[in-house]
């Protein structure tokens, strides 16, 4: 813990936190009559959370259970907390402080929270996706807690000579109950922080039932009014005295290089200062830069308007073919022939033979685009062998080496500053943008913000992978599934990182294909190969995306073809409560996760099933022209099951009038988030299914901005998301929220839209496949 | 010389007159609660309010506002709790929040017209801003909840 005298000597992205606390009560008042907000039982005391283990060691630069490094308290009480992962819109720059306060007693109103800048060797692992935070901190994040309030309590005892068992921390100061004497934070810190930080293994964690915010949802975000008035701010906030305004014309096919340029009508735009070659690495690289040619300028305006008039020769290179009709055809093609096997039990081959019936399902998801709200951009000012950089990134800690390693500089020499994220959904955990406006910056000798436009993102994305699934079922003369074939092609995004790539890697295949949960007797999933033609990278929930649309849209048609009600389908396929063993795959990935604390348990699978369908109101009769749709999908080692409910108007659109989706992510902090996540989830979830199609003619991407490349609008927005919580048992460790919404809402809503009109779609998007 | 004024105070520009006002307000002026998402009139998250109209800053030249009074977010109240604002706070709108200083003033402009929308109007009226987050259902009763209380 550190004691400041001087808070301005923090530093980091300071700003400072004003926290609106709203009651639950005005946010179901807020909520209004849409969208029920219902915990599925009350949280009830229960133990503390035992010791449990998570792949959070594993990750780089590991975790770091240190209060002087996470939190500091003034003399005037005020105690600042370290939020050292990226805000994107999931919450967890208030949730992962909140915990810390919770376990330290501090008055969350007289709680700072400051933003840490990249820097892992300091903070541990940053890199914020894979819905790990959570799951990851929230045992570290507690323990950070009691040891500050551990030590607190020890200056306290000190103080007044008396045992440390007879003092107890409670709303910001420390109490001794049998003299009635109390003293404040503020006044503790100085001696609090001579105290040894305590070992963890004897640390005293709070009784859940004591919690005042963990597992409540009352307290909002703590950049809620920021937000509401205009002053929170992202990467295109900062300003810098000197500063130039640049816009970047990238190679239009990946890989592609730049043969010449002619900057001359450019530099004849008013406002336009420079135009400038910037240094590009050839394909793959990791998240390198593309290269191109910069305007430079005195606002965002004129550097736009100057790029428009640059005139520019390119060589496309080997991917100038790349075309995307041809390509789905190649991959329909490998998925109808043998791949490598990576999950086998059973004898499948011999199975299918035997079968009464075999039912075949082949599924295609194209290319998607993150577009995030917030294109790319980022701030850079390098002077010698020092850079500092503002950016929206989900990698502050990778953010902080590649900056290093593309200028040639120390690392010590780099300070990331992390800034709002107008969303990332996996974007934004590839720091090219930050990368272009180092290179730009020390080029200038000047500070340089590069902004990139929306047709900028769409064009030179990390795209979500394209795919095709292919699955087999095999049933006996009872309707029976006795075989299983999965094929998944698709490139991978290792493609991004190495030349040749053409298999998926563990943390693709563990995303739905070789951890299907169903009891079958004989299973064999594979992977044939697809070589990448641009650049790949993950898109929130990644490949669970097409397999979860793949294998629950498959149960659907098991069910129509058997002539079975789909949710009891589901729950036959799933079978008896287990833990899954996947001792047949080589290498189950499992999210990282030991498989110890998060094997997949399908009675949790089975309990969100039954859960959504009874609140959901699964079998309710609806209007004519509407179809409910069930799926339930595990990843990020949470379990949600969703019911769409779908109306098809005799001219084929479609509207979502209801949504229902249960989640079980074990103990949770903050179910306002988590309800929040889920509404946003569905609507994302909407927006692929409908939507959501990146294409590509002779390597170039297709589409440039959002009417061409649509996502949902308020308009079409389902009428209400309903979320509902499984509470968690006494001992289940923490898992995903962000990511794992996505996967069961496409296969949910094409079930449903199967019921409505015996219409099966098997290639998304929708488009106008519904169109009469 | 283009005069212009942007939350009551008066603003000069020399520059290039098709210059989009929403880099006048970002770069220019150094306002920089109007966001950039698209800048083609597809997203709202440029939306500043030309009198009581909502416009998007990213197509309207800055020639185009000669003379006129623009309102960005920071200008909608002086502390920050015009109706629309607290209704957003109370429902907990936003998520990574970038969409939301434009849906915001297309909401205040919506509540100036047309003081009890139907959530029907609602839908109508806010379909030009985009929320790649997904927070409509709660954009949906903020506004709602702003004009009525409940
Ligand atoms: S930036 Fe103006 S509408 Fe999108
Ligand atoms: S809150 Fe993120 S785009 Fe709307």
Redesign the pocket.
């Known amino acids: 813990m550190n004691i400041i005298a001087n808070p301005n000597k923090l530093r980091g992205f300071e700003r400072s936190i004003k926290v609106e606390n709203v009651s639950r009560r005005d946010i179901v008042k807020g909520l209004g009559i849409a969208g029920a907000f219902v915990l599925a039982a009350p949280l009830t005391s229960r133990p503390a959370l035992a010791a449990y283990e998570t792949g959070a060691g594993k990750m780089p630069h590991g975790v770091v259970v240190d209060p002087r490094v996470f939190v500091s308290i003034a003399p005037d009480g005020m105690v600042t907390i370290i939020a050292h992962r990226s805000e994107m819109g999931t919450g967890v720059r208030t949730s992962l402080p909140l915990i810390v306060a919770e376990e330290m007693e501090a008055d969350w109103s007289r709680v700072h929270v400051q933003q840490a800048p990249g820097d892992e060797a300091k903070y541990g692992n940053q890199d914020t996706d894979g819905s790990r935070s959570t799951r990851h901190y929230l045992l570290p994040m507690r323990q950070i807690g009691a040891c500050a309030r551990t030590m607190l309590e020890a200056a306290a005892a000190k103080r007044w000579g008396v045992p440390a068992t007879e003092v107890k921390a409670a709303n910001h100061e420390v109490v001794h109950n049998a003299s009635g004497r109390k003293i404040g934070f503020g006044e503790l810190a100085a001696d609090a922080a001579k105290e040894p930080v305590p070992n963890i293994d004897g640390l005293k964690l709070k009784d859940p039932k004591d919690f005042r915010y963990l597992g409540k949802g009352e307290v909002s975000i703590v950049d809620l009014r920021d937000i509401t008035t205009g002053t929170a701010r992202y990467g295109a906030d900062v300003r810098l005295p000197g500063m130039k305004y640049a816009v970047i014309a990238r190679p239009p096919v990946t890989g592609g290089k730049l043969v010449s340029f002619d900057g001359s009508e450019a530099m004849k735009v008013p406002g336009v200062e420079k135009v400038m070659e910037v240094k590009g690495w050839p394909w793959p690289s990791k998240f390198q830069p593309l290269g191109g040619v910069a305007v430079i300028a005195r606002n965002t305006g004129a550097a736009i308007k100057g790029r428009d008039a640059l005139k520019l020769i390119w060589d496309d290179g080997a991917n100038g073919k790349y075309d995307s009709v041809s390509y789905r055809t190649e991959l329909e093609a490998a998925a109808r022939k043998p791949g490598l096997v990576v999950r086998k039990e059973g004898d499948v081959d011999a199975a299918l033979k035997g079968a009464d019936k075999v039912v075949v399902g082949e599924y295609y998801l194209p290319h998607l685009a993150h577009v995030s709200m917030e294109p790319p951009v980022a701030v850079a000012n390098v002077k010698g062998d020092k850079a500092e950089i503002w950016a929206p990134v989900q990698s502050p800690g990778g953010t902080h080496e590649d900056v290093a390693k593309t200028l040639g500089i120390p690392v010590e020499n780099v300070t990331v500053n992390v800034t709002l994220l107008g969303g990332g959904f996996g974007r934004k955990s590839k720091c090219d943008f930050a990368l272009e406006a180092a290179l730009l910056s020390k080029e200038l000798g000047a500070p340089v913000k590069v902004q990139w436009t929306r047709e900028d993102d769409v064009r030179h994305d990390f795209l979500h992978t394209v795919s095709v699934e292919r699955i087999e079922a095999g049933l006996d003369k009872n309707g029976k599934v006795i075989a299983w074939r999965h094929r998944s092609v698709a490139p991978s995004i290792a493609s991004t990182f190495a030349a040749g790539a053409v298999h998926q890697a563990p943390f693709e295949l563990g995303m739905g294909l070789i951890d299907m949960p169903f009891e079958i007797a004989n299973i064999q999933c594979e992977n044939p190969e697809a070589a990448a033609h641009t650049r790949i990278g993950w898109f929130r929930s990644v490949s669970n995306i097409p397999r979860a649309f793949a294998v629950q849209s498959m149960v659907g048609e098991i069910a129509h073809a058997t002539n079975r009600d789909q949710k009891e389908m589901l729950l036959e396929l799933i079978g008896s409560p287990r833990i899954v063993n996947l001792s047949s795959v080589k290498d189950p990935w499992n999210y990282g996760e030991p498989y110890s604390s998060y094997p997949i348990d399908t009675a949790r699978l089975r309990k969100v099933v039954e859960l959504v369908a009874e609140k959901g109101e699964w079998g309710r009769s609806v209007p004519k022209g509407h179809g409910l749709g069930i799926a339930v999908h595990r990843s990020f080692v949470s379990y949600i099951a969703t019911i769409v409910e779908v109306a098809v108007d005799e001219k084929g659109k479609l509207t979502v009038p209801r949504v229902d989706t249960a989640i079980d992510c074990g103990t949770f902090v903050n179910p306002e988030r988590i309800q929040s996540q889920l509404e946003g989830a569905a609507v994302m979830g909407l927006s692929l299914a409908k939507y959501g199609e990146i294409t590509f003619k002779d390597g170039k991407v297709q589409q440039k901005n959002l009417d061409d490349f649509p996502v949902i609008r308020i308009d079409e927005s389902p009428r209400v998301t309903n979320v509902y919580i499984v509470p968690p048992g006494p001992e289940t460790p923490p898992s995903g929220v962000g990511e794992p919404g996505v996967p069961p809402f496409a296969p949910a809503l094409v079930n449903a839209i199967f019921a409505a009109t015996g219409k099966r779609i098997r290639a998304l998007p929708i488009g106008k496949q519904l169109e009469t | 010389m283009i005069k212009l004024k942007i939350n009551g105070q008066e603003q000069t520009w020399e520059g290039d007159p098709t210059l989009p006002l ?1 880099w006048f307000i970002r770069d220019e002026v150094g306002l920089t609660g109007t966001k ?11 939306t500043v309010l030309l009198d009581k109209e909502a416009v ?4 309207t030249a800055v020639s185009d506002v000669a003379g006129r009074e623009v309102t960005t977010i920071e200008g909608l109240h002086p502390t920050g709790d015009h109706p629309v604002q607290k209704a957003w706070r109370q429902a907990n709108v936003p998520q990574c929040g970038f969409c939301q200083a434009g849906q915001i003033m297309q909401a205040a402009s919506l509540l100036m017209q047309n003081p009890k929308p139907s959530h029907d109007q609602i839908r109508e009226a806010m379909s030009g801003n985009i929320c790649r987050c997904g927070c409509y259902q709660r954009i949906e009763n903020a506004v709602h909840l702003a004009s009525t209380g409940v």
């Open positions: 929403l950039f998402g698209c800048g083609e009139a597809l997203c709202g998250a440029c998007r800053s990213c197509v």
